[in-house]
């Protein structure tokens, strides 16, 4: 099982990216999908993983850290086994990497420890 994110890079503040995750080796409609972000410097751990979104099985149900909340939209595309964080209005404080996760259930949750197959993480910098 393997998920490859890509979409980071360097953006203006208020400006808009957006990040692709696709899952392979899993039924990909059958499971709740997370995004979660880790600020530069910190050591590379789960616990320092800060939740920003996650959506069920269905697409039906998304939630949102309250620092993102009303900017960044997460969607799914069961046909491309690809998950999306489409991030407006990002600010310097949103610069971190950040990761897609799967979790072996339907539904959510916002614990990184919840979720068992994590990809790479691509790089997002915000300027001010």
């Known amino acids: 099982v393997q998920l490859q994110a890509s979409g980071g890079g360097l953006v203006q503040t208020g400006g808009s990216l957006r990040l692709s995750c696709v899952l392979s080796?899993?039924?990909?409609?059958?499971?709740?999908m997370g995004w979660f972000r880790q600020a530069p410097g910190k050591e590379r751990d789960l616990k320092n993983r800060?939740?920003?979104?996650?959506?069920?099985?269905?697409?039906?149900?998304?939630y949102y850290a309250d620092s993102v909340k009303g900017r960044f939209t997460i969607s799914r595309d069961d046909a491309k086994n690809t998950v999306y964080l489409q991030m407006n209005s990002l600010k310097p404080e949103d610069t971190a990497v950040y990761y897609c996760?799967?979790?072996?259930?339907?539904?959510?949750?916002?614990?990184?420890?919840?979720?068992?197959?994590w990809g790479r993480g691509t790089l997002v910098t915000v300027s001010s």
């Open positions: 080796g899993r039924a990909f409609s059958s499971y709740a």
């Open positions: 800060e939740f920003v979104a996650a959506i069920n099985w269905t697409g039906g149900s998304t």
């Open positions: 996760a799967s979790r072996r259930s339907r539904w959510v949750e916002r614990k990184p420890s919840d979720y068992d197959v």
